[in-house]
Structure formats: structure tokens, C-alpha cells
């Protein structure tokens, strides 16, 4: 997993993400799954004499088998004159053999050989898209599988944000490679505004007051209280129609719908105003939010899938993209010697 932040003030596109790269395999829940049965409820047993366990996609669970540190998650994608175009990723990690890094230079190469020229930083964005599907499908061998497997695919994910020669303001679009979807961000309004992808419950709670994973588990707490108070009213203005004597007339049941629950829960947004924050403001702004994901995963209890260094980068108008304070690789076991 991974923390991809990208923000849109008037004069600048700020992106930051995490470091941490988790090799992650899919595990079937042995400890709670139970046996396989034949049709007369006796165990399977298999050629070898062991027992079976039946493939329950229900009880598939991903499981974290290792981490790495120093993974380059943001890039430039596109650089020409005054459109300058950058990316963060989250998701997959490799596709074909080659870091999603890597895959960005050689979409950088392919452009300035074929000496594409973009306008918008929308163009440039579908045509990365496309170009990463291609990886992506063959990394999958998507023709060969069936619409059950491709269900279970793990996708590559984009934030994708800078400015375009012909774009009025800066723009940030989010991509799905498995969805095929790349939907532009902060349409309306002044155009500026905050974006995360990637694991970000964190930073979801501190910016608008709540994350997706709490309002459902609201709604659904709600729904089942009021369905049984409905049940217990029901009840109880039947019996006491019966106490009564009263008979209603027997009609048809009809099914009663659920209502519409909406609750406040945008009315404690973080009150920025993101447009008008000057160049150090935001990309103060960008690297909290990381970090804060980042440290709350430092201390949560399990393997830490969000963390190590925090990369931020910007873009302006007429200027390339600028990663800030990168460090070069370092040669740092330079032995035990006290006078090293």
C-alpha cells in the first residue's frame, strides 16, 4: 500500500507520497475455513490422503509477506515547453519485470522520439493510461482469463497533476489502469482543492471528519436500528389491537423502503482555503497529510505498509516539475573502524 497526495492551489500543483514498497500475496484463511465435504457431507480426501479445503473466494485474505523502503513513487511523465506533467502511483509496484518508475521514463523517451505533442495535461493523461494498460495486460495475460479471474486482479493506480499550455488552471486527474478510468479532479469552483489515493483513512478522517469506512459502518448500524424499531412498533400496535378486539381487514403486504439516511457528514471539513495557499504553505500542507498516514502506520500495530522517507514535488505554470531535497543513493556501510 501506499499514501498519494496531490493538491491544486491557484499557481501550483503539489504532489507527495510515502517510500515504502509491501510485497503482497493472497492467502486462503486456514483457520477458519473448514474442511471440504462430498455431496453426502463426508470429508474429501485427496490422492495423497489429505484432507481438502474448498476455494472460497469469500475467505481469500491479502497478506503482507514483505516491505522495502526507497521506492520512487513520483515522476515526471511529460515535459514540453509549457505543458509539464507529473504522477504518483500507488498499487502494483512492478509490471513486466519494471518499476512503474521505470515505466514513466520509458514513456518520457517514447514521447520526445515520437515528438508528441501535448496541450492539455488531459491528453497526457489518457495517453499514459493507454500506454500502461498495454504493460499491465500482458503483466496479467488478460485476454487468457475469465471474467471470475479478472475480478481478482490487482489494478495500478495514478494521480496525475500539473499544467497544460492550453489548460486555464492546474489540473489533477485520478487513473484506475484496470478500471480504464481517469476522472478529472476539482471541476467546478476555483478549481484548487486536496486528492488522496492508496491507504489514507488517516488523512480521509483529518480533512473532512470522517472516512468511507466509518459512514458505512454508521449507515449500517442505522438501518438495522430502524428496521427493528419498526418491527417493535409494528408489533406492539398489533397487540394492542388485539387487546382490543379490533380486527383489521386482511390486505396484500407491501414492502416498506428503506429511508434515505443522510448525515452531516461534510460539516466538519478541514476549513482551508487550499486555492490561496502560497508555494511553502502546501507543500507543508502536502507533506503533513503523508505524514501524518505515515506515522499513524509507524505506531498501528502489524507491518507498517505506508512510510519511509516522504517525497514531495511541485509544478508551476511555464516550469518543469521540481522534486524537493531528494537524496542520491547513498554508501552508507563504510565499516566498523573507530577513525571512519
Not at 476539482?186 to 466509518?214: A, K, P
Amino acid at each position: 500500500m501506499t499514501i498519494n497526495v496531490a493538491m491544486v492551489t491557484y499557481d501550483s500543483v503539489v504532489l507527495g507520497c510515502d517510500s515504502l514498497s509491501s510485497v503482497v500475496e493472497s492467502m486462503i484463511d486456514v483457520a477458519s475455513s473448514p474442511f471440504a465435504l462430498d455431496d453426502q457431507g463426508r470429508e474429501i480426501i485427496d490422492a495423497n490422503g489429505d484432507r481438502c479445503l474448498p476455494f472460497d473466494p469469500s475467505r481469500i485474505r491479502r497478506v503482507t509477506a514483505q516491505v522495502f523502503g526507497g521506492v520512487s513513487k513520483m515522476f515526471p511523465l511529460y515535459e514540453h515547453e509549457s505543458t509539464n506533467v507529473a504522477a504518483v502511483t500507488s498499487g502494483m509496484a512492478f509490471l513486466c519485470g519494471l518499476p512503474i518508475s521505470e515505466l514513466a521514463k520509458t514513456y518520457r523517451q517514447r514521447c520526445r522520439d515520437a515528438h508528441l505533442i501535448f496541450l492539455t495535461v488531459s491528453d497526457v493523461a489518457q495517453s499514459f493510461l493507454a500506454f500502461v494498460r498495454e504493460f499491465w495486460e500482458r503483466e496479467m495475460r488478460w485476454p487468457q482469463l475469465s471474467d471470475a479471474e479478472r475480478s481478482q486482479l490487482n489494478s495500478v493506480e495514478f494521480l496525475v497533476g500539473g499544467f497544460g499550455q492550453n489548460d486555464a488552471y492546474g489540473r489533477v486527474f485520478r487513473m484506475d489502469v484496470m478500471q480504464r478510468t481517469c476522472v478529472e479532479r476539482f471541476t467546478s469552483g476555483n478549481h484548487c482543492g486536496v486528492c488522496w489515493t492508496g491507504q489514507s483513512e488517516y488523512v480521509e478522517r483529518l480533512m473532512m471528519g470522517s472516512d468511507r469506512i466509518l459512514q458505512t459502518r454508521v449507515g449500517q448500524a442505522m438501518k438495522a436500528v430502524m428496521a427493528e424499531q419498526r418491527t417493535q412498533i409494528l408489533q406492539r400496535v398489533a397487540d394492542d389491537l388485539e387487546e382490543d378486539h379490533i380486527r383489521i381487514p386482511e390486505r396484500p403486504e407491501h414492502a416498506v423502503a428503506e429511508p434515505a439516511i443522510d448525515l452531516p457528514w461534510f460539516e466538519a471539513i478541514a476549513d482551508i482555503r487550499i486555492g490561496a495557499l502560497p508555494i511553502q504553505y502546501a507543500i507543508d500542507l502536502v507533506s503533513f497529510l503523508v505524514n501524518t498516514q505515515s506515522g499513524m502506520q509507524h505506531f498501528e500495530s502489524g507491518i507498517a505498509t505506508v512510510g519511509g522517507r516522504t517525497h514531495v514535488g511541485y509544478v508551476q505554470r511555464g516550469a518543469r516539475f521540481r522534486p524537493l531535497n531528494e537524496l542520491d543513493v547513498l554508501h552508507r556501510n563504510v565499516g566498523y573502524d573507530h577513525e571512519l
